[in-house]
């Protein structure tokens, strides 16, 4: 079984950066393809960033460019670094293995992007 505990939100400038951090238990984190999603207000949860073991990343459209996802695998962590960020990338950011395992979603960062 995995824990996942993320922390690093908080509220940002339009055009401000933020650093997430994803902390895991469990000694097999390293096997997985690790995910950042996100949920905001009234809206579906959506996949943003997904890194593979050995590093390779992919991003959703809307945030190619601004945001990067890496990984320790020797601290068991994940980290979204967000840049250039907007309005609309205000949401709870969670993070998850790719595909999702239901049981491993924790309670999330808020991430509010205002003025």
């Known amino acids: 079984q995995v824990q996942l505990v993320e922390s690093g939100g908080g509220l940002v400038q339009p055009g401000g950066s933020l650093r997430l951090s994803c902390a895991a238990s469990?000694?097999?984190?390293?096997?997985?393809?690790m995910g950042w999603y996100r949920q905001a207000p009234e809206k579906q949860r959506e996949l943003v960033a997904a890194i593979t073991s050995g590093g390779s990343a992919t991003y959703v459209d809307s945030v190619k460019g601004r945001f990067t996802i890496s990984r320790d695998n020797a601290k068991n962590t994940v980290y979204l670094q967000m840049n250039n960020m907007k309005p609309e990338d205000t949401a709870v950011y969670y993070c998850n293995t790719f595909p999702q395992r239901p049981s491993y979603w924790g309670q999330g960062t808020q991430v509010t992007v205002s003025s």
């Open positions: 469990g000694s097999i984190f390293s096997i997985y393809v």
